[in-house]
């Protein structure tokens, strides 16, 4: 793997579905299974097959099925855990068991009522343990973002020692700051031995809005892996949105990082995911959401009929949406009408769009938006026949 290449994990299946009302049956995981693997992400957490005896069918299900991608199951720093796992990973190409233990004070004392040398030795057995199954080990510190970095390290150089080929710093409870959790990862890089036999991974939540931000900034400080899910879904306030990281890198090309997703299959796969959950991507939502390439406002849509980069920063069809949309509202101009117009057959001239636009404002005015059967509607009532000539 070359060291500008950032690997994409896609929980989505596993953070993601832990959402209520998110449940999914094993048909509808592999579809959305294979979609990643079309879509390119390099490693499908597929479950945690010792939670249910459902997880685990899914988890051997898509193991078959994958064939490119990793397929990673999670466990806890628990030895039947990682035995299940290893069974249900048993026909998976790639397999990894991601496993590990809470690391932060509050997980030490109320979680697990012990002490920081106990949880060193657990960390330390857990990927031992996973390593007698499967090669690809990664372990995660589950509250890294409030584990104070000493510690930290030494839990990191534990898990190094017995074999861990990634290290999952979460930010479990959203809280980082993102120069803070750059900082973490920075420090992890400088400080714990052995770090160059493993890749360093961020896993972000969304509690303070701060997840994409955060999983930036850890790749940018040397982290190699960025964990995430589509349309950001997940526990709480959810994850790094896979489709949110994978443009940031794309579009800004100087920061010299790169993923190997497909990104004109972004907007399919939001869609599958938000049909098969039952989780509405909110409208504004970047990059996928239903208004994330649409325009409304009459300065903006008059200078993206001009040019479309005047307001838009991403061309929708990388993202596979067909094109951006000039919405038409109270606060649209005349430009935004002859072109909606044009686009359903009305060549309008100066002189007609002059007498139509009031009209236009005032049916605007009373209604949220308007249509191509109100424009029709509107082209009617002024006698504007379609395709009209003009010299
Ligand atoms: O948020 C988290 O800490 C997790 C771990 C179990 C990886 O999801
Ligand atoms: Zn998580």
Avoid: W
């Amino acid at each position: 793997m070359s060291d500008t290449t950032i690997q994409i994990f896609d929980t989505t299946l596993r953070d993601g579905e832990q959402v209520p009302g998110c449940k999914l049956d094993t048909k509808q995981k592999l579809i959305i299974a294979e979609q990643l693997d079309i879509l390119g992400v390099d490693v499908i957490e597929a479950g945690f097959p010792v939670s249910s005896p459902g997880d685990f069918k899914s988890v051997e299900a898509i193991s078959k099925m994958v064939k490119n991608a990793t397929v990673c199951g999670l466990t806890r720093a628990v030895k039947k855990d990682i035995e299940v796992a290893a069974e249900a990973l048993r026909f998976a190409k790639k397999p990894r068991i991601h496993t590990g233990i809470g690391t932060s004070d509050s997980h030490i004392k109320y979680k697990f009522n012990s002490n920081k040398d106990d949880i060193l030795h657990r960390a330390f057995e857990a990927v031992k343990y996973a390593k007698s199954f499967v090669e690809d080990v990664e372990f995660y510190a589950e509250d890294a973002g409030r584990t104070d970095n000493e510690f930290l390290a030494r839990v990191c150089e534990q898990a190094i020692k017995a074999g861990a080929t990634v290290l999952n710093i979460p930010d479990t409870t959203g809280y980082c700051l993102p120069s803070e959790y750059g900082a973490k990862i920075k420090y992890l890089k400088e400080n714990v031995k052995g770090i160059e036999h493993a890749i360093l991974s961020c896993h972000c939540h969304n509690d303070l809005g701060l997840a994409t931000a955060n999983s930036i900034e850890g790749i940018i400080n040397g982290a190699r892996q960025i964990e995430c899910t589509i349309n950001g879904i997940g526990e709480r306030a959810g994850n790094t949105a896979l489709e949110e990281v994978v443009m940031i890198l794309k579009q800004h090309p100087y920061l010299n990082l790169d993923t190997g997703i497909n990104t004109k299959m972004l907007y399919s796969t939001s869609q599958l995911v938000q049909q098969s959950m039952g989780m509405i991507v909110q409208p504004n939502k970047a990059i996928v959401g239903e208004n994330a390439f649409a325009h409304s406002s009459g300065i903006h849509q008059d200078g993206v009929i001009k040019n479309r980069e005047t307001y838009e920063i991403i061309d929708p069809a990388e993202v596979g949406v067909t094109e951006s949309s000039i919405v038409l509202t109270a606060r649209s101009g005349r430009a935004a009408l002859a072109y909606r117009a044009k686009n359903v057959g009305y060549n309008l001239t100066k002189i007609e769009l002059d007498d139509l636009y009031p009209q236009f404002l005032k049916f605007a005015d009373h209604h949220k938006e308007v249509n191509n059967e109100d424009l029709h509607h509107l082209m009617e009532l002024n006698h504007i026949v379609k395709t009209n000539i003009h010299i």
